[in-house]
Nanobody, 124 residues
Framework: QVQLVESGGGLVQAGGSLRLSCAAS????????MGWFRQAPGKEREFVAA????????YYADSVKGRFTISRDNVKNTVYLQMSSLKSEDTAVYYC?????????????????WGQGTQVTVSS
């Protein structure tokens, strides 16, 4: 069983920064691909970023590339999403998730455990 708990969301002005954290339980964290997704009101959940178990490989949605950075600390069982140059269109509930396979990917159906989400609101 894996539990994921996100934190770090909040209200920020456009152009500002936030760092999201996702604390994970479970012994398989260090070998698991982890991802961040987001869902804006009235829209489908969309992929944001993913990171391999070792942290050596990362993958980003085009909409956040160059502005967001995903990282992880396998000692603390935590994955992070550093968000910079935030835009109003980044406003959403952000979820972290664990991928059931070892390859990095953006398809949400391949992620089997999800956190409860944390709200990020960017004011323009």
């Amino acid at each position: 069983q894996v539990q994921l708990v996100e934190s770090g969301g909040g209200l920020v002005q456009a152009g500002g920064s936030l760092r999201l954290s996702c604390a994970a339980s479970g012994r398989t964290f260090s070998t698991s691909v982890m991802g961040w997704f987001r869902q804006a009101p009235g829209k489908e959940r969309e992929f944001v970023a993913a990171i391999s178990g070792s942290g050596a490989s990362t993958y980003y949605a085009d909409s956040v590339k160059g502005r967001f950075t995903i990282s992880r600390d396998n000692v603390k069982n935590t994955v992070y999403l550093q968000m910079s140059s935030l835009k109003s269109e980044d406003t959403a509930v952000y979820y972290c998730a664990r991928r059931r396979s070892y390859n990095i990917g953006s398809d949400s159906s391949a992620y089997d455990y999800w956190g409860q989400g944390t709200q990020v609101t960017v004011s323009s």
